[in-house]
Each structure stands twice: as structure tokens, then as C-alpha cells.
């Protein structure tokens, strides 16, 4: 089994197969809980109700993500990947079984925010494994594997959903994961062994929770706005000043902290700006998409889940197959070309979702997003991996954890904005074709101003990254 050093590098690479295997099957957990669910929404408003808290599924999932992966990025910096990475497997198999067996949008929404916790330690430690296995010119080959994994979870993972909840029960959406959570972690146990240096570092609790409760607090604000209170009232205003407040306090502390959670320089370094703004922008598109697309198939344009179900999975079928690619155009012509090539297409695909009615075909909306997921798919992983490659093994699981963090932000930060502007347009009004059209088109002209500015900071990162000695 490979011995993963404290120092950097790794041992013995001629058993890097089987680790690879199990990183894949754990990636797997989080990209088919991606796609499977956003199908269902309808099915599961129809059983526990709550249409317009249905937005929360997504948001209190992607902060509970967001939110603690910068801690887990250190925590793998300090003790390991390995430790790291079981105890996420098994939140998630916990969370599964419980959102499983939900009744009410209440429940399913606190069940979900601990699949957030799970979660948020599975994504970036499978990354940044890979990242401390293969150097950079492997890892163009890694990434089609692990992205061919969200491909494939674009295609299973609407269709189970869409099968689950017109002949089974949406339940099962949750269920399915229980067996693959329980083959990942016999996977890890066997495959993978490292060896880290122990030591008794102080662990930055304060900070964590700072960061916590305030975005918290902000997501709160966003979703709830004219709903429970109005834009602007002074209920509104003292959340949002207060989760601010606590935000400024938390960049106080982590300024003295000695193992900061989320460390400031990685703010000062013009490549992991530019990559963190990047996916950033990408976050809030993609789960924009994946949480709109679906519902606007469904209720705007009269299909039913299976049929919504294959509208994303082209998303997410361009992305895996532009990804593993995208390694032969960021070794020939650098990052920031690769990254420029991607954004544009990204932007080209959102201007032609410009073009969705309530007449709009299936097929096009599916082109669109197919576009969009190739566009993403050239972004995403060499901005990443640039950032991987910029800095040591100590470094690397805050690295990586940043630019997931950021990522994970603007899924929730976005996802919430959203849900906001649907419930702004909608209103105390029947959900009709035409009004989901209208919102499902404010959402589409943001998405536009995101890919500008994916567009700009692409064209700002450094053309090529070397690998630290």
C-alpha cells in the first residue's frame, strides 16, 4: 500500500491503481448526491410540502459543505488525509439513512445540512490525494478519471431519480447510497496507508465557528428575504449586519491565529485569487443550473422527471468529457489559456439559455447546458490544478480546500440568491408556466454577468504553475 510521507512526496507509485479506485468510488458519493436529487423536488414537495423552502435542500447542504472545508483541509495538513476522509464517508452514510426516512421539508433540510458535513470532508480529500499522488503532467490524465465519475453520475444519478420518484419513492434518492458509502470505506481501509508525523497543534475552533455562524447568517438573510420578512426591513438588515460583523471578527482572528482554518495568504497569492474567484463564479452557475433546470422542464415545459433528468445530465456529461482533455491544452499552451478557452465557452452557452420560453424544446435547453458543462470542464480542473501545483504537501489540503471552499460559496451563496429571485417573482402567485419562465430568465441573465466575470479573471491567471520541489 502506498506510504503517504509527512514530508512531501509519496512512496511506493506502482500502487497507486487500487488508491485511485477507492478515491473514484468515494467521488462517486458526492457526484451522484449532485444530480439525483434535483429531479425529485417535485415529487418530494408533493409528499412533505414546503415549495418555498425547497431552495434549503441545496443551500443548507452546500454551506454545510462550504463552511467546513477549509477546516478539513487543515485538519488533513495537520493529521492526514486518511482519518479525514472515513470520518466524511461515514456522516454520509449517517445522513443518507436519515433523509431517507424524513417527514416533513423541516427534518429533510436538518438531515441534509449533516450530509453538507460529510460531504465537505469527502470532495477535497479525494482531490488532494490525487494531488499528493501524481505530479502535474499526471494529473491531466487523473482528472478524466475522476471527472468520467460526475459523468457517469449525470446519467445514473437523474435517471434513478426520476425512476425512484415516479414508480418507487423519492426515499430511495437517499437509500442508494448507503451500499456505496459501506463499499467506499472498505475500499479506503484496504488501499490506503500513510504516514504523518503526529504532533499537538492548536486546532482554530474559535475561527471555524466564526466562519460558520456568519455565512450562515448571510445565507439566512438571502433566502429568507421577502418571505419571513421584507428586503430591507430591519429584521433583514440585522441579520445581514450581523453576519458581516461576525465575518470581519473571524478575519481578526485568523490574522492570530497559530493553525489558522482558513489561512490569509492564500488571499494574497495572485494565482490562487484568480483560480478561488473562478470557481467561485462556476459554483453559483452550476448550482443554479442543477437546481432550476429541472423544476423549469418540468412545471414550465410539461415533461416529466425522466425527461428533466436527461436536460441536466448533458451538463454534466459536457464537463467529465472536456475535462479529460482539458490536460492536452493546459501542458501544450499553459493555464490561462486553457482557462480562457473554457470561460468563453461557458459564456456562450449561458447567452444561449438567453433564448428559453415556455415553449422552448427539451433538446435545446440541453444543448445549453451541455455547452456550459464543457465550458466548465476546460475551467475548472487546470485552474485547480495550477493552484495544487504552486505549493508543497503541507500546503496543498489548504490549497485545495480553499478553491473547493470557494466553489461550495458560490453554490450556496448563489443557490440562495436564486431561490430569492423566484420567490420575488413568484410571489403569493400560482406557479404558472409563464412566471417560472420569467424567474428561470432573471436567474440566466446573472448567470451571464458570472461567466464575464469567469472570463476576466481567466485572462489574469499566470500562464503556467510549476511543480514545488
Not at 451522484?32 to 443548507?60: K, R
Not at 460526475?150 to 451500499?179: C, D, H, K, Q
Given at each position: 500500500?502506498?506510504?503517504?510521507?509527512?514530508?512531501?512526496?509519496?512512496?511506493?507509485?506502482?500502487?497507486?491503481?487500487?488508491?485511485?479506485?477507492?478515491?473514484?468510488?468515494?467521488?462517486?458519493?458526492?457526484?451522484?448526491?449532485?444530480?439525483?436529487?434535483?429531479?425529485?423536488?417535485?415529487?418530494?414537495?408533493?409528499?412533505?410540502?414546503?415549495?418555498?423552502?425547497?431552495?434549503?435542500?441545496?443551500?443548507?447542504?452546500?454551506?454545510?459543505?462550504?463552511?467546513?472545508?477549509?477546516?478539513?483541509?487543515?485538519?488533513?495538513?495537520?493529521?492526514?488525509?486518511?482519518?479525514?476522509?472515513?470520518?466524511?464517508?461515514?456522516?454520509?452514510?449517517?445522513?443518507?439513512?436519515?433523509?431517507?426516512?424524513?417527514?416533513?421539508?423541516?427534518?429533510?433540510?436538518?438531515?441534509?445540512?449533516?450530509?453538507?458535513?460529510?460531504?465537505?470532508?469527502?470532495?477535497?480529500?479525494?482531490?488532494t490525494i490525487a494531488g499528493d499522488l501524481y505530479?502535474?503532467?499526471?494529473?491531466?490524465?487523473?482528472?478524466?478519471?475522476?471527472?468520467?465519475?460526475?459523468?457517469?453520475?449525470?446519467?445514473?444519478?437523474?435517471?434513478?431519480?426520476?425512476?425512484?420518484?415516479?414508480?418507487?419513492?423519492?426515499?430511495?434518492?437517499?437509500?442508494?447510497?448507503?451500499?456505496?458509502?459501506?463499499?467506499?470505506?472498505?475500499?479506503?481501509?484496504r488501499n490506503f496507508a500513510e504516514r504523518v508525523?503526529?504532533?499537538?497543534?492548536?486546532?482554530?475552533?474559535?475561527?471555524?465557528?466564526?466562519?460558520?455562524?456568519?455565512?450562515?447568517?448571510?445565507?439566512?438573510?438571502?433566502?429568507?428575504?421577502?418571505?419571513?420578512?421584507?428586503?430591507?426591513?430591519?429584521?433583514?438588515?440585522?441579520?445581514?449586519?450581523?453576519?458581516?460583523?461576525?465575518?470581519?471578527?473571524?478575519?481578526?482572528?485568523?490574522?492570530?491565529?497559530?493553525?489558522?482554518?482558513?489561512?490569509?495568504?492564500?488571499?494574497?497569492?495572485?494565482?490562487?485569487?484568480?483560480?478561488?474567484?473562478?470557481?467561485?463564479?462556476?459554483?453559483?452557475?452550476?448550482?443554479?443550473?442543477?437546481?432550476?433546470?429541472?423544476?423549469?422542464?418540468?412545471?414550465?415545459?410539461?415533461?416529466?422527471?425522466?425527461?428533466?433528468?436527461?436536460?441536466?445530465?448533458?451538463?454534466?456529461?459536457?464537463?467529465?468529457?472536456?475535462?479529460?482533455?482539458?490536460?492536452?491544452?493546459?501542458?501544450?499552451?499553459?493555464?490561462?489559456?486553457?482557462?480562457?478557452?473554457?470561460?468563453?465557452?461557458?459564456?456562450?452557452?449561458?447567452?444561449?439559455?438567453?433564448?428559453?420560453?415556455?415553449?422552448?424544446?427539451?433538446?435545446?435547453?440541453?444543448?445549453?447546458?451541455?455547452?456550459?458543462?464543457?465550458?466548465?470542464?476546460?475551467?475548472?480542473?487546470?485552474?485547480?490544478?495550477?493552484?495544487?501545483?504552486?505549493?508543497?504537501?503541507?500546503?496543498?489540503?489548504?490549497?485545495?480546500?480553499?478553491?473547493?471552499?470557494?466553489?461550495?460559496?458560490?453554490?450556496?451563496?448563489?443557490?440562495?440568491?436564486?431561490?430569492?429571485?423566484?420567490?420575488?417573482?413568484?410571489?403569493?402567485?400560482?406557479?404558472?408556466?409563464?412566471?417560472?419562465?420569467?424567474?428561470?430568465?432573471?436567474?440566466?441573465?446573472?448567470?451571464?454577468?458570472?461567466?464575464?466575470?469567469?472570463?476576466?479573471?481567466?485572462?489574469?491567471?499566470?500562464?503556467?504553475?510549476?511543480?514545488?520541489?
Open positions: 500500500m502506498t506510504k503517504l510521507e509527512a514530508s512531501p512526496g509519496v512512496g511506493l507509485r506502482s500502487e497507486r491503481g487500487p488508491i485511485l479506485l477507492a478515491l473514484m468510488l468515494s467521488t462517486s458519493l458526492v457526484a451522484l448526491d449532485s444530480t439525483i436529487l434535483a429531479t425529485a423536488v417535485p415529487s418530494i414537495v408533493d409528499d412533505v410540502g414546503g415549495f418555498n423552502e425547497f431552495p434549503w435542500l441545496f443551500s443548507i447542504y452546500l454551506l454545510a459543505q462550504a463552511v467546513t472545508v477549509p477546516l478539513y483541509g487543515k485538519l488533513a495538513d495537520l493529521f492526514g488525509r486518511k482519518p479525514v476522509i472515513l470520518f466524511g464517508i461515514a456522516m454520509f452514510l449517517l445522513s443518507s439513512v436519515l433523509c431517507g426516512f424524513a417527514w416533513s421539508m423541516g427534518t429533510l433540510i436538518v438531515f441534509r445540512l449533516v450530509q453538507g458535513l460529510g460531504a465537505g470532508a469527502i470532495l477535497p480529500m479525494t482531490i505530479t502535474t503532467e499526471e494529473r491531466a490524465v487523473v482528472q478524466g478519471y475522476m471527472a468520467s465519475i460526475w459523468g457517469m453520475a449525470a446519467v445514473v444519478g437523474p435517471t434513478l431519480g426520476g425512476v425512484f420518484s415516479e414508480y418507487v419513492s423519492w426515499r430511495w434518492i437517499f437509500f442508494v447510497n448507503v451500499p456505496l458509502c459501506l463499499i467506499a470505506v472498505v475500499m479506503v481501509l508525523e503526529r504532533t499537538r497543534p492548536a486546532i482554530d475552533y474559535t475561527g471555524a465557528a466564526l466562519l460558520t455562524s456568519g455565512l450562515t447568517l448571510l445565507i439566512l438573510a438571502l433566502l429568507e428575504g421577502g418571505q419571513h420578512w421584507a428586503w430591507g426591513s430591519p429584521a433583514g438588515l440585522g441579520i445581514v449586519a450581523l453576519g458581516v460583523a461576525l465575518l470581519v471578527v473571524f478575519v481578526l482572528v485568523e490574522r492570530r491565529a497559530a493553525e489558522p482554518v482558513l489561512p490569509l495568504w492564500v488571499f494574497r497569492r495572485r494565482l490562487l485569487v484568480t483560480s478561488g474567484l473562478i470557481s467561485l463564479a462556476l459554483g453559483a452557475v452550476l448550482f443554479g443550473l442543477t437546481s432550476y433546470v429541472p423544476t423549469y422542464v418540468q412545471e414550465a415545459l410539461g415533461h416529466g422527471p425522466l425527461v428533466a433528468g436527461f436536460a441536466l445530465a448533458t451538463l454534466t456529461i459536457g464537463w467529465p468529457l472536456a475535462a479529460s482533455n482539458s490536460g492536452r491544452i493546459y501542458l501544450r499552451f499553459g493555464f490561462r489559456v486553457c482557462a480562457l478557452i473554457g470561460t468563453t465557452i461557458v459564456l456562450g452557452g449561458v447567452a444561449l439559455l438567453l433564448l428559453l420560453d415556455e415553449h422552448s424544446s427539451v433538446w435545446f435547453v440541453a444543448a445549453g447546458c451541455f455547452v456550459i458543462g464543457a465550458g466548465m470542464g476546460l475551467t475548472a480542473s487546470p485552474t485547480l490544478i495550477a493552484a495544487q501545483s504552486s505549493v508543497g504537501w503541507h500546503e496543498r489540503g489548504v490549497v485545495t480546500a480553499n478553491n473547493l471552499f470557494l466553489r461550495s460559496m458560490g453554490s450556496a451563496v448563489g443557490t440562495a440568491a436564486f431561490g430569492a429571485l423566484v420567490n420575488a417573482v413568484l410571489g403569493a402567485h400560482t406557479r404558472t408556466p409563464a412566471l417560472l419562465t420569467e424567474a428561470v430568465g432573471r436567474i440566466v441573465v446573472v448567470f451571464v454577468g458570472l461567466a464575464v466575470v469567469m472570463l476576466i479573471a481567466a485572462a489574469a491567471l499566470p500562464g503556467r504553475a510549476s511543480e514545488p520541489v
